[in-house]
């Protein structure tokens, strides 16, 4: 009878830590930042997210698209400007920060710039604004 009340024990301890573990994680996960993007029209398979330094840009991470709909988890980058590259004539500059708002960004491949609109974020809605000021 004791060993049946140490395994139940067991099982019990088991089963509540492992509730435990996975409440922890859905709740981690739930608070990763993400920038979710959808370019009408655009065709291709990946996006890349870069940076600038000096002169040169660095590609520092790649996205898969599916129908033109991408999603970018931003991970601890440096707070700084990216560009998101479509292509190589197509790609739209952000901002990325400690803090970074989940938000959603869609436009026309064909008009990227004027047709933006970014909705979570208000200081890349304040820098979209600002760059079409010229």
């Known amino acids: 009878m004791g060993r049946l009340c140490q395994l139940i024990n067991?099982?019990?301890?088991?089963?509540?830590?492992l509730i435990m573990f996975l409440f922890c994680a859905v709740a981690w996960k739930s608070h990763?930042?993400?920038?979710t993007g959808v370019i009408r029209d655009f065709s291709g398979d990946q996006v890349l997210l870069s940076y600038f330094s000096g002169d040169?840009?660095?590609?520092?991470?790649?996205?898969?698209v599916?129908?033109?709909?991408f999603a970018i988890e931003v991970k601890?980058?440096?707070?700084?400007?990216?560009?998101v590259i479509l292509d190589k004539d197509h790609f739209f500059d952000l901002y990325?920060?400690?803090g970074f708002p989940n938000s959603n960004v869609t436009a026309r491949l064909d008009a990227i710039d004027e047709s933006m609109v970014w909705k979570g974020c208000p200081e890349n809605q304040a820098f979209l604004e600002f760059r079409k000021k010229g």
Not at 56 to 64: A, H, K, L, N, P
Not at 76 to 83: E, M, N, Q, R
Request: a positive charge.
């Open 10 to 17: 067991c099982m019990w301890f088991t089963r509540n830590l």
């Open 32 to 35: 990763s930042q993400n920038l």
């Open 56 to 64: 040169q840009r660095f590609v520092v991470d790649s996205f898969e």
């Open 66 to 69: 599916r129908k033109g709909s």
């Open 76 to 83: 601890d980058y440096s707070p700084g400007f990216y560009t």
């Open 96 to 98: 990325l920060y400690k």
